[in-house]
C-alpha cells in the first residue's frame, strides 16, 4: 500500500488591516450579542446598511424646489378687489315701516322720608318717592282702582311685582290694619221653607219640594211610556229617559227588556237596567217599525243601532250589485254581517 497523500493546506485569507479594523469588530459584538453565524451576522451588516442608504435616498435625489414669493398674487387679488369694489352699486335706503320710537327720559323722582300715610291717597310719583320702581308704582294705583281702595295691608303686598323687602320697610308706616275683617256668615232663603226658617222671619216662597219617587210602582208597557212615566223609577231620571225614548225610537221598538242594556249610557249600570225591567213589560203581541231592507236609503239605515254606518254602506253597494232582497238568508252573503247580529236584525226588517 502506499502512503497517504499528506493534505494540502488551505492557503490563509488575506483580508486588508481597513477592512478588518470596521467590519470585524462588528460582527464579532452581533454574534455574541444575537447569537449569529458568520453568514447571519454579514446579511444582518447588509441589511442595515440598506436601510440607513433608503433614509437618506430621498434628501440626496430631491430636486430644489424653487421659493415661493406670494407678492404676484396677492397684487392680482387686490387688483380684483378694486375692481369688484367699483362695479358694486350702493344698496337704496328705505324708509321704515315701522319708525322707532322716541321715549322720554323719566325725571328723577326724588326720596321722602318715611312716615305715617294712608296708601289710598298716594299717586303714582308718592309711590316712587317712598322707594317703589315706575311699573310697580303703575300698578299698585291700578290695583288699588279695581279693588275700590285698600282696606288691609295685606292685600297691598299680594301686589305683583312688590318685593318683600320693599313691603317690609313700608308695612309700619301704613294706616290700615294688617289682615281683612272676616266674613259674616250670610243667610240667604231657603227654597224650601220650614218652620225654623219661617219663624226667623225668612218670606216663604211658592215653590215645592219636588215629590218623592212613588216606593210602590205598578208595570207599565216599555214601547209605550213617556219620560214623565219612566223618571218614577228609583234612578232614573231627566237625562236616562231621555235615552231610552231616544233608542226606541231609533230601533222601532224593544221586543224584550233585555234590549236596555243595549243603550250606552246603561251598560255600565246593571243596577238601573234591572229597575227598568223591574217596573216595565213587553206587550207579547207588539209588532216593532221595520225598515224596508230594498228602499231605505242610506241614511235611513245606518241610524238603525244594529246596522251602523259600515253595514249600511255595504248592503246599499250589495243591492246595486245583485239586487233586492228576497229573505233574510240573502243577507248571508254579507261577510262583515254574524250571524248574532241578523239574528237580532231579522224582526226589524221588512222585503218589499
Known amino acids: 500500500m502506499s502512503a497517504p497523500n499528506p493534505t494540502r493546506p488551505r492557503p490563509a485569507t488575506v483580508t486588508s488591516p481597513r477592512k478588518q479594523s470596521l467590519v470585524a469588530p462588528l460582527q464579532r459584538s452581533l454574534r455574541r450579542y444575537f447569537g449569529f453565524s458568520r453568514r447571519e451576522t454579514s446579511g444582518f451588516v447588509i441589511l442595515l446598511v440598506l436601510l440607513v442608504m433608503w433614509l437618506f435616498l430621498p434628501a440626496v435625489v430631491r430636486p430644489k424646489l424653487t421659493e415661493y414669493n406670494p407678492a404676484a398674487d396677492q397684487a392680482q387679488l387686490n387688483a380684483w378687489a378694486t375692481e369688484l369694489a367699483a362695479q358694486r352699486q350702493a344698496r337704496p335706503t328705505f324708509a321704515s315701516r315701522y319708525p322707532r320710537r322716541s321715549y322720554s327720559a323719566r325725571p328723577h323722582v326724588p326720596q321722602v322720608a318715611l312716615a305715617p300715610f294712608n296708601p289710598n291717597q298716594l299717586t303714582a310719583t308718592d ?151 223591574k217596573y216595565t213589560f213587553v206587550a207579547p203581541s207588539y209588532a216593532p217599525a221595520a225598515v224596508a231592507i230594498n228602499t231605505s236609503s242610506f241614511e235611513l239605515l245606518q241610524g238603525h243601532p244594529y246596522i251602523g254606518k259600515r253595514l249600511a254602506r255595504v248592503i246599499v253597494a250589495f243591492r246595486q250589485q245583485h239586487g233586492p232582497f228576497k229573505q233574510a238568508a240573502d243577507l248571508r252573503q254579507i261577510r262583515i254581517l254574524d250571524a248574532t247580529t241578523l239574528e237580532k236584525l231579522q224582526p226589524y226588517l221588512r222585503f218589499e
Request: glycine fraction near 8%; avoid cysteine.
Open 127 to 277: 309711590w316712587e318717592a317712598r322707594g317703589l320702581p315706575y311699573y310697580v308704582a303703575q300698578r299698585i294705583v291700578r290695583f288699588r282702582e279695581v279693588l275700590g281702595g285698600f282696606k288691609a295691608k295685606e292685600q297691598i303686598r299680594r301686589t305683583y311685582g312688590l318685593p318683600d323687602s320693599v313691603y317690609t320697610r313700608l308695612a309700619p308706616f301704613i294706616q290700615l290694619p294688617d289682615q281683612l275683617p272676616p266674613h259674616e256668615a250670610r243667610q240667604y232663603a231657603s227654597r224650601y221653607p220650614t218652620a225654623e226658617s219661617n219663624k226667623a222671619g225668612f218670606p216663604a216662597t211658592g215653590a215645592a219640594r219636588p215629590a218623592r219617587k212613588p216606593a210602590h210602582l205598578a208595570a207599565f208597557d216599555l214601547n209605550q211610556a213617556d219620560t214623565t212615566q219612566l223618571m218614577q223609577i228609583r234612578g232614573i231620571g231627566r237625562g236616562y229617559a231621555r235615552r231610552v225614548v231616544e233608542y226606541r225610537q231609533r230601533l222601532g221598538g224593544f221586543l224584550q227588556e233585555d234590549q236596555l242594556g243595549e243603550i250606552y249610557s246603561l251598560r255600565d249600570a246593571p243596577d238601573l237596567v234591572d229597575s227598568l225591567r
